[in-house]
């Protein structure tokens, strides 16, 4: 039985910042993770404009950033897909370089129009899962409560999942850890041999 691991964010490049890239604001930036993880319908951006660190971005495969949302290079997009079916909506990011003020990047910033010859990188989306949450088994699955309200799961330390029709596709989610991207032992182990940058997985699922 594979194991399986929650992805998130190498942060260890970081040094005297927080985030690779920063949204430009938008109305209901507020609730995105709602919108991202928990399948609110409201807002339904068409795109996300980032600024960033332009000597770090293109080399970072799974991007921190300060929606923390999950923000994809193309190239890790185009590997996840190849290894299995599933459904999913990508929304493309445009990052431009933070070490540019904003007045000589937008000609428009009510609507982030650039000015010309503006170098923007593309090559990244946002993912949202749209597919059916995994069943955890509840009875072979080891896991904590929480003190504080016994009828939520804590930290996962063994997540033994329900027999799934046609297997379990590269990304997933449990209902018990919405905002949690999770993938099987197999996906892992591909997404490391690929050389994919940015990338962490952990056996504990919190």
């Known amino acids: 039985m594979q194991k399986k691991y929650s992805l998130n ?3 260890d490049h970081l040094v005297d910042i927080e985030n690779d ?6 109305k209901g930036d507020d609730i995105i993770l709602g919108y991202i993880f928990g399948g609110n319908e409201s807002p339904n951006p068409d795109k996300f404009v980032f600024s960033g660190d332009f000597n770090v971005v293109g080399n970072i495969d799974y991007i921190t950033n300060d929606l923390w949302i999950p923000v994809l290079s193309k190239r890790m997009i185009d590997l996840l897909t190849s290894l299995g079916s599933f ?3 990508l929304i493309p990011c445009e990052i431009f370089d933070f070490t540019i003020p904003h007045e000589e990047v937008f000609e428009d910033k009510s609507k982030w129009l650039y000015k ?3 170098e923007l990188n593309k090559d990244y989306y946002a993912l949202r899962l749209l597919d059916d949450y995994v069943e955890m088994d509840y ?4 896991y904590d409560i929480l003190i504080k309200d016994p009828l939520r799961i804590g930290s996962i330390e063994n997540l033994v999942l329900r027999s799934s029709k046609g297997g379990l596709p590269p990304l997933f989610r449990i209902k018990e850890k919405l905002s949690q991207i999770l993938v099987p032992e197999s996906v892992k182990e591909e997404l490391e ?3 994919l940058k940015g990338l962490v997985f952990e056996s504990e699922i919190i």
């Not at 890239?21 to 938008?26: L, N, S, T, V």
């Not at 009875?139 to 080891?142: D, I, P, Q, T, V």
């Open 9 to 11: 964010w190498n942060r």
């Open 21 to 26: 890239i920063f949204h430009m604001p938008f």
């Open 87 to 89: 459904k999913y909506e």
């Open 116 to 118: 010309p010859n503006i």
């Open 139 to 142: 009875e072979k699955s080891e």
């Open 193 to 195: 041999a690929s050389g």
